[in-house]
T-cell receptor, first 112, second 113 residues
Framework: NAGVTQTPKFRVLKTGQSMTLLCAQD?????MYWYRQDPGMGLRLIHY???????AKGEVPDGYNVSRLKKQNFLLGLESAAPSQTSVYFC???????????FGAGTRLSVL | DQQVKQNSPSLSVQEGRISILNCDYT??????FLWYKKYPAEGPTFLIS?????DKNEDGRFTVFLNKSAKHLSLHIVPSQPGDSAVYFC????????????FGQGTRLTINP
C-alpha cells in the first residue's frame, strides 16, 4: 500500500518554464490537497479538491492551476514558474468519513 | 495575519522527561485541531487531534489539551524518547466541510539522551 505518492521528488526550473507535479493516492480518498511549505512557515493550502472533477482555491492559489480528472490523481501545474515559487510542495488526501489528512513525501522545487 | 502560531521555533528536552509544545490560534471559528509530526525529507504524519467539544484527548504517550477561552492548545509527550525528535506542526480547521487546514510554523523538538 503506497499511500500518497508525489512525482517528481526534486526539480529545478528556469524562470518562465512550466511543469506539472503529480500526486497519486491508492486509498480511494475523496478529498485531495496541495500545500507549499517555505522556510520558517507552516504549510499553506494552494488548491484542493472535494471529489473527482472538482477543484477549489485555497489560501495561496495565484500562479498555480490544478486538475482532478481521475479520483486517484491530483495534478498541480505551474504555467510560468517564478523564483517565488521555490518551495517544498506537499500533497495530501483524506477520506470523507475521517478528519485526518495523509501526506506524501513532498516535491522540492527550485526556480532559478 | 497568522491565524495559527507556534511561538517556540525549537525545544530541547531530556530523554524521559515531559515535552510540552504550545500553539495559539486567533480564529474562534476553528473547531478541530490536529498535531502532525515531520521528519526531514518526509511528509507530515498525523499524531493526534481534538475537537472543540473536548478539552483533552489522550493517545498513549501523547495528550493534547485545548483551552478554548484562551484559544490555546498544547501537546504533551510523556515520557519523551529520542525517536520523538522531529518538527511538530499544529493545525486548525472547521470540522465540517473540506477541512482546509491552517498550520502553525512548527516547533523543532530535540530529545537529548
Amino acid at each position: 500500500n503506497a499511500g500518497v505518492t508525489q512525482t517528481p521528488k526534486f526539480r529545478v526550473l528556469k524562470t518562465g518554464q512550466s511543469m506539472t507535479l503529480l500526486c497519486a493516492q491508492d486509498m480511494n480518498h475523496e478529498y485531495m490537497y496541495w500545500y507549499r511549505q517555505d522556510p520558517g512557515m507552516g504549510l499553506r493550502l494552494i488548491h484542493y479538491s472535494v471529489g473527482e472533477g472538482t477543484t477549489a482555491k485555497g489560501e495561496v492559489p495565484d500562479g498555480y492551476n490544478v486538475s482532478r480528472l481521475k479520483k486517484q490523481n491530483f495534478l498541480l501545474g505551474l504555467e510560468s514558474a517564478a523564483p517565488s515559487q521555490t518551495s517544498v510542495y506537499f500533497c495530501a488526501s483524506r477520506p470523507s468519513a475521517k478528519n485526518i489528512q495523509y501526506f506524501g513525501a513532498g516535491t522540492r522545487l527550485s526556480v532559478l | 495575519d497568522q491565524q495559527v502560531k507556534q511561538n517556540s521555533p525549537s525545544l530541547s528536552v531530556q530523554e524521559g522527561r515531559i515535552s510540552i509544545l504550545n500553539c495559539d490560534y486567533t480564529n474562534s471559528m476553528f473547531d478541530y485541531f490536529l498535531w502532525y509530526k515531520k521528519y526531514p525529507a518526509e511528509g507530515p504524519t498525523f499524531l493526534i487531534s481534538i475537537s472543540s467539544i473536548k478539552d483533552k484527548n489522550e493517545d498513549g504517550r501523547f495528550t493534547v489539551f485545548l483551552n478554548k477561552s484562551a484559544k490555546h492548545l498544547s501537546l504533551h509527550i510523556v515520557p519523551s524518547q529520542p525517536g520523538d525528535s522531529a518538527v511538530y506542526f499544529c493545525a486548525a480547521s472547521l470540522i465540517q466541510g473540506a477541512q482546509k487546514l491552517v498550520f502553525g510554523q512548527g516547533t523543532r523538538l530535540t530529545i537529548n539522551p
